[in-house]
């Protein structure tokens, strides 16, 4: 499974600080739950690469 392959399934994704100054990133779908916990500079850096993919995929929908 690639990150082009499609799949039919719903998630809810949650993002907030924690109260040790982290940034999570709440991931529940399928009776799992994943938190993820990032450095703040390594939360800008996956901000940076969303925007980046967001901008490429725009380019790709034209």
Same mark, same amino acid.
């Not at 994704?13 to 703040?40: A, C, K, N, S």
């Not at 940076?48 to 925007?51: A, D, R, V, Y």
């Not at 725009?58 to 034209?62: I, T, V, Y």
């Given at each position: 499974? $690639?990150?082009?392959?499609?799949? %039919?399934? /719903?998630a ?7 109260? *040790?100054? +982290? ?7 399928? $009776?799992?739950?994943?938190?993820? %916990?990032? /450095? ?7 901000a940076? *690469?969303? +925007?980046a993919?967001?901008a490429?995929a ?5």
């Open positions: 499974m $690639g990150i082009n392959s499609e799949r %039919d399934i /719903e809810n994704l949650q993002i907030g600080p924690t109260t *040790e100054g +982290m940034v999570r990133l709440f991931v529940e779908g399928g $009776g799992v739950e994943i938190p993820m %916990d990032f /450095e703040p500079e390594e939360a800008e850096e996956i940076e *690469e969303l +925007m993919a967001a490429q725009r380019k790709l929908s034209k």
